[in-house]
């Protein structure tokens, strides 16, 4: 059974920085696509950022400049930095993964950003 999991939330002061980590295990296969959403209390879940196979990346305007996704999908390893954090990118943060239409998400971690 595929599991995503992430670690590196925390509680981190305005300004700060935190490095998101995603594992994959389970799989006997690559996934097509790999990256993080986040999902703030009240809100809807949110693309975050995303690496595709062959090292497309994309990442949300609210957060351009600030966070830079890296890793590789061949080795199942996703990453997130975040720097420059706003008290507004409190939320949990969720480990994407997908193949085939199938969608794989981890449990998330927590981010919360407050003074």
């Known amino acids: 059974q595929v599991q995503l999991v992430e670690s590196g939330g925390g509680l981190v002061q305005p300004g700060g920085s935190l490095r998101l980590s995603c594992v994959v295990s389970?799989?006997?296969?690559?996934?097509?696509?790999m990256g993080w959403y986040r999902q703030a209390p009240g809100k809807q879940r949110e693309q975050v950022a995303t690496?595709?196979?062959?090292?497309?990346?994309k990442v949300a305007d609210s957060v351009k400049g600030r966070f830079t996704i890296s890793g590789d999908i061949a080795k199942d390893t996703v990453y997130l930095q975040m720097n420059s954090l706003k008290p507004e990118d409190t939320a949990v943060y969720y480990c994407?993964?997908?193949?085939?239409?199938?969608?794989?998400w981890g449990e998330g971690t927590l981010v919360t950003v407050s003074s």
């Open positions: 994407h993964g997908a193949r085939y239409g199938t969608n794989y």
């Open positions: 389970g799989s006997n296969f690559a996934l097509s696509t």
């Open positions: 690496i595709e196979w062959g090292g497309i990346k």
